[in-house]
């Protein structure tokens, strides 16, 4: 039997925030079984506790400026220990942390490689593109990804290793890390012979680069690594390959023993919440029976209800949804009188399943629910003493025609509430899974003007707030991930930065103005992003006939919209409606306001110039699109081009 190879790593870090994750820890920890020395290089300062941390799992930690990426930091490793002492090792092992792992055991991938003839190895490859993406022109090289990259003793101690580090060019940005340094190394060094091998292969999955597209492949093979980036990449790129990353989550759920915890405890950090929700799929369909079938009852904590009660009249809608919480749970209600106070009491008297009932009377109605939740019930919600809490209101929404009013009043509580067996799959969800934090009905889009749009004018304000809390997250830019209606599930130390904070009565909009910038909306969008700041998902939840009326009219409008673009897919779609708006068609517009302003204004110089220049770029990006995409059909239509674009060019001026 051959000795164990002798191996050396360098692992390249950067955090913003100057904290080593758990996941660098354990990915860490888990290397040291088959390499012998680890130098961590930290591209910049760490965070006493994570100092110690990554200290006590290598054997020499760097704290150097953030220059070159990652690939500075392997320059400098390899520095710290020598050239000449890195001869002596087996293979070197340059690693970093845009992933995470070991989600399979690294001997598995290490055992492959060592049968493999060549003088260094990836953990996997990208496959050669023309035109080079990143520049338009020329071509990308097929070569070893940087994120994990092996050297044999050969090629260590060559002088070719050695000048190749010492005249690598200056890295100033990361499309610099990727253009001089990650597309040229396993080039550099096939072209002087050295045989190069991937774990992860290109011509296996038919793909340019598996270990991002094929991720759900990969990792029912056993991949060891996951890559960061799918979690919180633009969802467009994900739409665009079909990018299956709940697939792969499901799969290491019931293949691998990782603990999917250390994954949301980093990317909730850095990523924006839809995105991650997106790419993730963080929503639940449940089933109106119980899922799980070994019978057994778990132990779901202390559990409670706060509802607010305003109207009354809706107090036996209310409890007959709350009769479906399959455990005994205490009743917290907050209402506005002393009158209406012991009517909820007396109603409540009789129900069963409620261990213990509080009724408070809130000093002032202004905020309604969420003052009433933030002000009211502040000392109940803070200490801890529940583990789990259903924030429910009595809701009518007068503002608009009864059946709208009913229909998002509905898509609430069924979501939230709809069958004992349901709020059973909604308890076991928060309990199997201690990341989540909040569970929301997604977010209600029909009739109501939310898609695109749903911070209104809260935003400003909403940045103002989290920043008064200490809530750093990045917010989403059009639409936040939000518990619309201000129903929801949640864990109430996941909102203990809301709690916290003594909010006053006379911060919230006095009646009748609960308008949008007021405080009660504000909060309502930052329920989400506290929960995040606090290290929490947020699953969205619906139960099946929600879900098919939802989904079917999303469907629906998606299809509406889309029809009336030319056929093509969704990127596309995306840029050529960037490119009209930023040409100055006013598509923030309300739908109230658009219709005036085609009847009214249309005659205008100022709307004519903008929707000619609109319909100009709309033609120039056509254009564009199909010289690239169909140049037979273009070279066809090139002559209707021409005279589109003769009618809408621009008039030069007299003077």
Known sequence: MSAPLRRAAVFSLYNERGIADEYVIFLLTKLRELVERIVVVSNGNLSKHSEVAVGKVCDQLLIRENEGFDVGGYKAGMEAIGFDELSKYD?????????????????????????????????????????????????????LTANFIAIRKDMLKSRAFKRYWKNLPEIKTYIDAILLHESQFTKYFTDLG???????????????YPAFINVDETVINRF?????????????????YAIDLPRALRVLKETSDYDLNLIWRNVLRTSELRNLNTNAALMSVLPDKRAKDDGAAADYGNVAVCAHIYYTDLLDELLALTGNIPVPYDFIATTNTPEKKAEIEAALATRPGIKKVIVRVVEQNRGRDMSSLFISLRDLLIDDRYDLVCRLHTKKSPQVQSSRGNLFKRHMLDNLLNTRGYVQNV???????????????PMVHIFFPTMGHSWFVNKPRAEETARLLNINVKFDESTPVAAYGTM???????????????????????????????LAHVLERLIAYAAQDAG??????????????NYTML???????????????????????????????????????????????MGTPVMQTSVKRSLAELNLATKSSLKFRAPMLFKILRPIYRGIRAVLKPRRSGR
């Not at 989600?103 to 496959?127: K, Y």
């Not at 050295?194 to 340019?208: I, K, L, T, W």
């Not at 929490?536 to 009326?549: E, N």
């Open 555 to 601: 469907e629906f409008k998606m299809q509406k919209l889309v029809s009336m673009l030319p056929s093509h897919n969704f990127p596309w779609h995306v840029q050529l409606l960037s490119t009209w708006k930023n040409a100055g068609y006013p598509l923030g517009a309300s739908a109230m306001q658009i219709p005036a302003m085609e009847t009214q204004a």
């Open 488 to 518: 929801f599930w949640f864990r109430p130390r996941a909102l203990h930065k809301m709690f916290e904070y003594k909010w006053k009565w006379e911060e919230f909009n006095a009646e009748p103005d609960h308008v949008d910038g007021g």
């Open 427 to 441: 308890l076991d969800m928060f309990h199997d899974n201690p990341s989540v934090g909040l569970a929301i009905p």
């Open 224 to 240: 060891p690594l996951l890559k960061r980036r799918p979690f919180f990449h633009d969802p467009t790129f994900l739409e665009h």
């Open 536 to 549: 929490y998902t947020t699953q969205h939840i619906m139960c099946a006939h929600q879900a098919a009326h």
């Open 91 to 143: 293979e070197l092992v340059l690693l970093n942390d845009t992933c995470y792992g070991p989600i399979f055991p690294f001997s598995e991938m290490f055992s492959e490689m060592e049968g493999r003839n060549c003088d260094f190895w990836g953990s996997s490859a990208h496959q050669e593109m023309t035109p080079n993406p990143f520049t338009g022109t020329d071509y990308l090289p097929r070569h």
């Open 194 to 208: 050295y045989v190069a091998e991937a774990y992860v292969d290109p011509g296996e999955y038919g793909s340019h």
